[in-house]
């Protein structure tokens, strides 16, 4: 109605904020999200909105958090977290988003934090000798916000490396071929070399073996015992452990029969 007094308003939508109010196409001058009319006669009001290109200010501590999100371990030679057989890993220090990140270990004697300098941070790892878990706290932070963020890796314990050395070591002094004159030596123990990261020492490994078929070498003391007629193939499966590790290694040996000895040519 005439003389009446209609008041509009525009409101922000998402990305678009208010600019202006046009008054039948002119420009009315006001800027403010409120306009006032007086109707006097029939007009068209237009509420103007643009992009806001305003960037978003984020707070120190939604920064560390994102810095959080996104922070990661990386490993080299083929490592993951679950087998750490590596004697350093590397820690980063800066974040994203301008942060700061400090580590702690709760398992100094096997991961040691070390800090060259405002750059490099790595993880010293002396190898324990069963799989162990350890588990690396980085502290992120920007200005006075902080977060945490915990990664539990496994150091891969030298009793691994040692059954499968002893294993190998086992069934290589194994021979290819018997005969009813052969006595295979079937060592139960084995001695093999090991590093932890800072020295190297030398243990002892137990070995177990299992024939098969078992009627043509005797896996208790070697003994050969061929067939009367024909060739026969053995597997001699050597079973190492040490601690809790233990691997297996196999090596197929043929049992000459005693009418039927290998030649010269054949050997």
Same mark, same amino acid.
């Given at each position: 109605d005439k003389n009446t007094v209609l008041a509009f308003t525009a409101t922000k939508l998402g990305s678009y904020k208010f600019v202006k109010w046009?008054?039948?196409?002119?420009?009315?001058?006001?800027? *403010?999200?409120?306009? +006032?009319?007086?109707?006097?006669? =029939?007009v068209r009001i237009k509420a103007i909105f643009t992009v806001d290109e &305003?960037?978003? &200010? +984020?707070?120190?501590? *939604? !920064?560390v958090e994102k810095a959080k999100e996104a922070l990661k371990l990386y490993f080299q030679n083929g490592d993951t977290a679950d087998?750490?057989?590596s004697h350093r890993l590397n820690l980063p220090v800066n974040g994203l988003?301008?942060?700061?990140? =400090?580590?702690? =270990?709760n398992g100094t004697n096997i991961i *040691?934090?070390? /800090?060259?300098?405002?750059?490099?941070?790595y993880g010293s790892i002396t190898r324990p000798e069963e799989n162990t878990q350890v588990t690396l706290t980085a502290t992120i932070t920007r200005g006075d916000a902080s977060a945490t963020k915990s990664f539990t890796v496994t150091v891969r314990g030298t009793n691994e490396d040692a059954v499968i050395s002893a294993a190998?070591?086992?069934?290589?002094?194994?021979?290819?071929?018997v005969t009813k004159d052969t006595h295979i030596q079937l060592k139960t123990e084995e001695t093999v070399f090991v590093s932890n990261g800072s020295s190297s020492s030398s243990v /002892?490994?137990?070995? /177990?073996?299992?024939? !098969?078929?078992?009627e043509f070498i005797s896996d208790s003391d070697g003994t050969v015992t061929p067939h009367e007629t024909e060739i026969k193939k053995v597997t001699? &499966?050597?079973?190492? /452990? +040490?601690?809790?590790?233990?691997?297996?290694k196999t090596v197929t040996v043929t049992v000459y029969p005693n009418n039927n000895e290998p030649n010269l040519q054949t050997v």
């Open positions: 046009e008054h039948n196409g002119a420009d009315t001058g006001v800027t *403010e999200p409120t306009y +006032k009319l007086t109707v006097t006669q =029939s &305003t960037p978003i &200010t +984020k707070t120190d501590q *939604e !920064k087998n750490i057989s988003q301008g942060t700061k990140i =400090s580590w702690q =270990s *040691e934090i070390k /800090k060259e300098n405002e750059w490099n941070c190998e070591q086992a069934v290589k002094s194994i021979p290819s071929f /002892k490994v137990d070995i /177990k073996w299992n024939a !098969k078929p078992p001699l &499966t050597a079973t190492a /452990k +040490k601690g809790n590790a233990q691997t297996q």
